[in-house]
């Protein structure tokens, strides 16, 4: 196997993107989830356009954020079970970049598709054509950095009893940074005020996450592993 | 100076000497809080805002104070762990994080016993007692991803990576919840803004936070001799240990 | 000192509740913790003595 880094990170990306596809229902069930998700919020609230559009922002981060935590079990999981996780771990290529690789694949099959639906649902709240961009964006910004850190969640409860409510407990404070500064700028876009700010802040979310969780994520895949 | 502070990082030789020291810190913890509330409940005199209410702080503010200053203090003994795989640095690290959530526990307690009088309302979402109830959330995950996982040393190891995950992300945190709070507040008001201090509500404050710091050392020292003793129970150092050979 | 009497000390402005309840809940979870500590200690040791009995007597 050719030893090269990008080489390797784009046959890492390539199977589990495949691994994904195989099994697209595990893919759509997840997607369906936030979709049923957002919608119940509208059967517990009233129909009330007012209120729909001033929590709508909130409502599909919310359940976006609980979409991630659902996904994120599946990430190492399979691999840790049939021994993958421990290949890849002794390969010669830094385990993060690996590891970066796997985010990758998992949030464009758990996380863009959540981006592309939300316009549809933002609609369903009555929400004005600007705030349905910005939400889209922040959406776009925002999911990238639910995996990364997810992954880190999912790392660390590899194997262990009671996985995924535990997991919840431990990312789900971390997610609030992202899920403040996502909501908050859809809401400011309602209320006409500038984006820009918020935005520019979730993008920093994505670099600083992108730059340090794969690093995180790979000490606690070994300490899994060991 | 590496042999000595290595030595010292044996379970076995620490042992005794956290026992030598509990007492020490339980008497300054008790001769300052005894001074402490004397000048926050005798001395320092009623608010011209606030009246008696006020007088929470003396609990409150010091809670808050450690529940952060502790886990910091957690996070540093992860770090120590990780980096040189002492033993007893995540011992140390799992024993402060139950007095941290206490102290958390105790901060969101009186605060919310603060604002129901002062604001009207029992929980009032606003920065620092949002940032607080997180800070909960981070001390119980800790707590629950150590106990969820059997093997104390994966256990240790995932739980310091958690930890500083964690207090990496806490001034993100406190940053946005601040942030989400002045965007969403309609009146501008800080629900835990201490009043314009009189200097003696200060020095009470102060002493009450050193008594809280005291006691906070000697409640985790004496969990950490019982980590010890647990982890340790087939050594022939704990058989040897008067008050086991004694049972 | 800012009592008048021991009356007024209790009564905290009429704030009593939120002074008191307060006070009570901290120094009641310091006494459970202190409670838990001495509880854990004990059956710790209780367990070791008697492992440490059956050792000898297996002996």
Redo the contacts between chains.
Sequence with gaps: MSGSLASMFVAVLRRDLLLALRRRSDVLTTFFFFIIVVSLFPLGVGPEPNTLRAIAPGVVWVAALLTSMLALSRLFAGDFADGTLEQLALAPQPLGILVLAKTLAHWLVTGLPLVLIAPVLGLQFDLPGGALWVMTTALLLGTPVLSLVGA?GAA??LG????SA?LA??V???Y??VL??GA?AASASVSGMSVAGYLSLLGA?LLIAAA?SPW?TA??VR??L? | MNQRIFRFASPQTFYPLAGQMIPLFMTLAAVLCAVGLYIGLFVAPTDFQQGEVYRIIFIHVPAAWMSMFIYVVMAFWCAVGLAMNTRLSFMMALALAPTGALMTAVALWTGSLWGKPTWGTWWAWDARMTSELILLFLYIGFLSLHAAIDDPRRADRAAAVLALVGVVNIPIIYFSVKWWNTLHQGASVSITRAPSMARTMLWGMLIMALAAWMYSIAAALMRVRSIILERENAAEWVAQLPEVKGQ | MTWGSAAEFLAMGGRAFFVWGSYAVAAALIAAELLLLRGRRRTLLARLGRSLRHKHDDS
């Design positions: 880190v660390l409860t262990v009893r009671g996985a535990l407990i431990l789900l404070p971390l609030v940074p403040i500064f908050g979310f340090l995180a000490a606690a300490i899994a060991e």
